[in-house]
Structure formats: structure tokens, C-alpha cells
């Protein structure tokens, strides 16, 4: 890197605007998407409904984010990021108050469900203004504070539904989002006013997004239903097939249309493609984990909710400080070692709780694992979505996120699925040491995958003349945002 890092790492006062978007809107996804699990004992208790309802809550939202994601990706690359942004923060904020207002249990999955699909807007577009804003080192200091700060609210999630629940109120958990909404408002509307008229090139690949769409409901509406049902229910079965021959006829499409929604040759960019298979690895141990620590916690330490989620902060903390200083090491030394060390660290924290002799002791046995895995995930999250983003053109870089949110989404869901399963059906202390080995070997797997396929960007001529290896331009005025 030929120019300072000081000076290559400044930001405009556009890109300090774009981050600060980013970092609320994804948080406002985040947040909401996660604390709601603690709430719904709260939920069942006021409306009724039984279990059934409860798992409505969490899957009728999971089911149109999974499945809408990659489409909302592309309508965000070919209809400005700023302006879909928009369109999604307002969609999720009404629904939110919808969702804290509900009279009775079927208003309530009702908006959910729609609060689902406004997520699902949210997500690709947030990060895909960070790329299209800023390039070299300035996007790597961007995506650390955005990595810093969204990491740190999915594991603050369980905290703040937590207390949520036990100091006030289960309808807080959705009614807060007001505040993030209202404090982006100013900012994101300045950013689509400034933001040039967009110019799809090509027609929309209409058949490719609806192929794409029932892909990823078929898989995902089979993957929550098997974890009620069993693996050999009709309806589970149907699902899953439709997923899959939807996901074939999908690829098959991409392959031969003019204008294909998500163009294949993304994969042949081996930091992509490596990238999010080691995502998909990681996010399915992050699931998985958490779930099985959160009730453990819980239901065999005795812990309320408020303090299980106290008890996760010291990850929350590290990813909060440490993700920036990993972004700009990432940035210097390649994101190789990051993306190997990290999931590295986070499967001895695992294992280290898996191996320890039971009645577990939270001091003794579980904060200091926590605070290992929570270095781990601040050295590994920063760079390995640097390297997956920066591996795609910024042209692409809405659909680019999108798949790497959909991998970390879907790989979470089977894990979770396949928790029951792993732990033998009961939460007793041979099931969470059962669940503790399955995620330190996906984590294993993570690293492993990293250290083996992924590849340390190479020099190139724009360095000579001043940026960063691999440096985009950075763009520094309002026309360069949401295009």
C-alpha cells in the first residue's frame, strides 16, 4: 500500500453517512430478528395460541427473509440501493408497530410474516451502499464499524429481548424499532435525493426471481417444518423436493437468460465462492451454538433471560471494539489468516465447554469460553466480508450480499433444525456437550476452508498510482451513493 494508511482510510462526509445508514438499518434487522425469541413464552401467555403460534412468530418471518432475500438483491442493484432501502426501512417500520399493537395471535404472524419480506429488502441493500461508497482501505475501515456494530447487536439481541420481557413489556421488543427508524430517516433520504436515476441494463429476469423465490421457500418452509414433523412427513417431503428441482430449474435458468438475476460467474472468484462456504460453516455454528448455550443457560443453570443475554455480553464487547482493528489488519495482511484464525478460536472456545465436567458454573466454565469465542468472531466476521464483497464487481455488489446473507441465514436455520437431532432430543448435559462438539467441528471446518481456498489479494498497477491493492475509487460526493 503506497499512500498512508492514515489518509487511504479517511472517510467523506457522504461515507460517513452511508455507514451510518448501514450500521442502523441492518441493526434494526438484526435486533428484531433475534430478540423475539426470548419474548414468545410472553406472547403465548397474552394471546394464546399454544406452540403452534409460537413457531409462526419466529417462522413465518425467517421464511419470506430466506426466500425473498436474493431477489430483493437484485432489485436493489437495479433500482438504486438507497431508494429500496427506503422503501424497506418504512415497510418494516409499520409492520413493527403492527407487530406491537397485535390484538390476538393471527394479526400478530400476519405481520410478521410482512415484516419479513421488508427484511428481506433491508438486508442486501444496507451493505451494498458501503461497497458502491468507498474502496481499499477506506471500505475496510467502513465494513469493520459496520461488522463491529452489527455483530455486536446479534449477540446483544438475546440481551435486549431479554430484558425487554422481564423489565417491561414483550410488545417493546417490536415497538422500539421505531427509534433506529426515525434517527436514519433524515440521512437515508438525503442519500436517494443525491443518488443518480439508476439504468437497468437489460429486462428484469422475472422467471429467474420467481424460480428463485420458490427455491428458497420450498427449502426453507421444509427445514422449520422438519424440526416439528420429522424428516418423513408429506409435507416436509413435498417442500423439499419443490425446493430442490425449483433450485436446479433456477440454476439452469441463470445459465441460458440474457439478463440473469444472479449471474454464475460470480462463483468462478474463488475468494467468492470460498468465501461463502466458509460463512456457511461459521453462521451455521453461530446458530447452532448460541441456541444451544441460550437454553442451557437457562433451562439447566437456572438463569432468567435477562441474565443469560448478561451473560453473552463479553462477545457482544469484543466484537464491538476489536472487529475495526481486525477489518484494517485484514485489510494490510489479506484475509486469509483472519478467516482461518478466527473460526479457529471459536472451536476451542466450543470444544472448551463441550470437555468440561458438569454441574457447569458460569464463572468457572462459561465466561471465559464466551470471551474466547467472542476474539475469534471480531478476527473472522470483518475480513471475510471484505473478501466475499470484494470479490464481486460494485455493480453487483447488492446481489453479492444478498447471497452471502442468504448462506449465513439458511446454514443458521439447518443448524438450529438439526439441534434436536444432534442433541439426542433433551437438553441435558451429555445434549449440550453433543451440540458444543457439532459447532466447534463447523467451526473446524470454517477454518479449514479458509486456510485451504481462500487467496490473499495480490498487488496490482492501481497501486503504483496511489491506491490501496484492489482499491476501488472512492466515491466523495452525494451522486455516488445508492446507484
Not at 418471518?61 to 438483491?73: F, N, P, V
Not at 432489485?75 to 408497530?97: C, K, N
Not at 450480499?401 to 448435559?429: H, K
Request: with cysteine; proline share 6%; charged share 10%.
Amino acid at each position: 500500500m503506497t499512500q498512508p494508511e492514515t489518509e487511504s482510510a479517511a472517510m467523506t462526509p457522504l461515507q460517513r453517512r452511508v455507514l451510518f445508514v448501514a450500521v442502523l438499518s441492518s441493526c434494526l434487522v438484526i435486533l428484531d430478528s433475534s430478540a423475539v425469541n426470548l419474548a414468545l413464552p410472553a406472547m403465548g401467555r397474552e394471546l394464546g395460541g399454544g406452540l403452534a403460534f409460537q413457531q409462526w412468530v419466529v417462522d413465518g418471518y425467517l421464511l419470506t427473509l430466506g426466500s425473498l432475500i436474493l431477489a430483493a438483491g437484485t432489485l436493489a442493484d437495479r433500482y438504486g440501493r438507497a431508494r429500496v432501502l427506503e422503501i424497506g426501512v418504512i415497510a418494516f417500520t409499520v409492520m413493527s408497530v403492527v407487530c406491537g399493537i397485535s390484538w390476538n395471535e393471527w394479526v400478530l404472524v400476519a405481520a410478521r410474516v410482512l415484516q419479513g419480506t421488508a427484511a428481506a429488502v433491508v438486508t442486501p441493500s444496507a451493505l451494498a451502499l458501503i461497497m458502491a461508497s468507498a474502496g481499499g482501505a477506506t471500505r475496510a475501515r467502513m465494513i469493520g464499524l459496520w461488522t463491529a456494530w452489527t455483530s455486536a447487536a446479534a449477540v446483544a439481541a438475546p440481551f435486549v429481548g431479554g430484558a425487554a420481557v422481564d423489565l417491561a413489556t414483550w410488545r417493546l421488543v417490536f415497538l422500539v424499532n421505531v427509534v433506529p427508524a426515525a434517527l436514519m430517516w433524515r440521512p437515508l433520504v438525503a442519500l436517494r435525493r443525491g443518488a443518480p436515476a439508476p439504468s437497468p441494463a437489460g429486462r428484469l429476469d422475472v422467471l429467474g426471481a420467481v424460480l428463485g423465490v420458490v427455491s428458497l421457500a420450498g427449502l426453507v418452509l421444509g427445514l422449520i417444518e422438519q424440526g416439528a414433523r420429522g424428516w418423513g412427513d408429506p409435507l416436509v417431503v413435498v417442500c423439499l423436493v419443490v425446493g430442490v428441482v425449483a433450485g436446479v430449474a433456477f440454476v439452469v435458468r441463470q445459465r441460458t437468460a440474457a439478463s440473469p438475476m444472479l449471474p454464475l460467474v460470480l462463483f468462478r472468484e474463488r475468494n467468492f465462492a470460498a468465501g461463502n462456504v466458509s460463512t456457511w460453516w461459521a453462521y451455521g455454528a453461530l446458530g447452532m451454538g448460541f441456541f444451544v448455550l441460550g437454553l442451557y443457560l437457562q433451562q439447566r443453570m437456572g438463569l432468567r433471560a435477562f441474565e443469560a443475554g448478561l451473560g453473552l455480553l463479553p462477545a457482544t464487547l469484543s466484537l464491538l471494539f476489536l472487529s475495526p482493528t481486525a477489518a484494517r489488519i485484514g485489510a494490510r495482511i489479506g484475509p486469509r489468516l483472519p478467516m482461518a484464525l478466527g473460526p479457529g478460536l471459536g472451536a476451542v472456545a466450543y470444544g472448551w465447554m463441550a470437555l468440561e465436567t458438569p454441574p457447569l458454573d458460569y464463572w468457572r466454565d462459561i465466561l471465559g469460553p464466551v470471551v474466547l469465542f467472542g476474539l475469534g468472531l471480531s478476527i473472522m466476521v470483518a475480513p471475510l466480508t471484505a473478501a466475499v464483497l470484494g470479490a464481486v464487481p460494485v455493480e453487483s455488489s447488492g446481489i453479492g450480499s444478498a447471497v452471502n446473507n442468504a448462506v449465513a441465514r439458511v446454514a443458521s436455520l439447518v443448524c438450529i433444525a438439526a439441534a434436536g437431532g444432534i442433541m439426542g432430543g433433551t437438553l441435558d448435559d451429555a445434549g449440550f456437550r453433543r451440540g458444543m462438539l457439532a459447532a466447534a467441528g463447523l467451526l473446524a471446518a470454517s477454518s479449514l476452508t479458509s486456510a485451504l481456498w481462500i487467496r490473499n489479494p495480490a498487488p496490482v498497477a492501481a497501486a503504483a498510482a496511489g491506491e490501496a491493492p484492489g482499491e476501488a475509487p472512492a466515491v466523495g460526493d452525494e451522486s455516488g451513493a445508492g446507484s
